[in-house]
DNA sequence: TGCCAGACGTTATAGCGTAACACAACGGCC
DNA sequence: GGCCGTTGTGTTACGCTATAACGTCTGGCA
């Protein structure tokens, strides 16, 4: 366990993410950090990016908005992790895809691509707001 | 075969989004069409809403760019549509990704999760960028 | 012919993200 | 301890992405 240390602001941003219930966009994030003193957007996008890069939140590209991982981060080596965002509710639940990773490196194989980075996301109604007939 | 037909601005749109090699902002599109008359970014985005809804473009969450879809359009029923873009050159992949497809249906299915929109790209390095050595 | 849903045009504004600059804090190394 | 590179910080300013709100126009159809 790896238990790197964060500096002052990486621990601020990570802890909003954390208490937050849904995804928070930056701006959010830096509304919600005002009383900590944050002023601009770039605190918060610097924190998240060195937070992204150790793996401790997530991007969630169809709504420009982060997540604090909800694993307690086995390196997610070889099956990619996936996110299904209720459209409703706004909760997200993260999940590992062993299958469609599977499948989407078998044709990265046989085309040649090299990914890099594969981002899963499911939009849709999460159980709950499903059976509210939402 | 369906032959939708679309509006002046719903075909500029679309005529750019086919003659480009690459995907396309949506304010690059509005500056490829200035000559056209096109003003505002709202031209572009209310066409590009149509023809998302026709199936006939794809968004690209992760780079907020848009292309043509390149499927003469079989519906895609049941197998989903993913995407590898290659972080060099920008050229993009569009595939049929059956197996991911199952994977998360069957994911969604035992969590009640009801999809409605399924997004799945990759980022990395295509064949050719990736023998450039880039 | 008259209706009306859908498309259009325009202005303004909200939300997301980064460039560029200067300075401070930390950590390794002699 | 003093040097020095790396990383983080703070600030201002700016560019890109997307939508709100309004009114007008058009074309298909009863």
Redesign the interface.
């Known amino acids: 366990m790896s238990e790197v240390k964060l500096t002052r602001n990486q621990g601020l941003v990570f802890d909003a993410l954390q208490a937050a219930e849904a995804p928070l966009s930056a701006y959010t994030i830096l509304d919600r950090l005002r009383g900590e003193g944050f002023r601009a957007p770039l605190q918060v996008y610097r924190a998240l990016e060195k937070l992204l890069a150790l793996g401790l939140v997530h991007r969630l ?2 709504i420009n908005a982060f997540v604090a991982c909800s694993h307690p981060h086995h390196d997610h080596g070889e099956s990619l992790v ?1 996110f ?1 965002i ?2 409703t509710c706004g909760d997200v ?1 993260e ?1 590992a ?8 490196r ?3 194989a046989g ?17 709950a707001c ?2 509210a007939g939402a």
Chains 1, 2 share one sequence.
């Open positions: 590209e169809s996936a299904a209720c459209q639940r999940f895809a062993p299958a469609a990773a599977a499948g989407l078998d044709w990265a085309a040649g691509f090299k990914p890099a980075k594969t981002t899963i996301e499911l939009s849709g109604l999460c159980r499903s059976a």
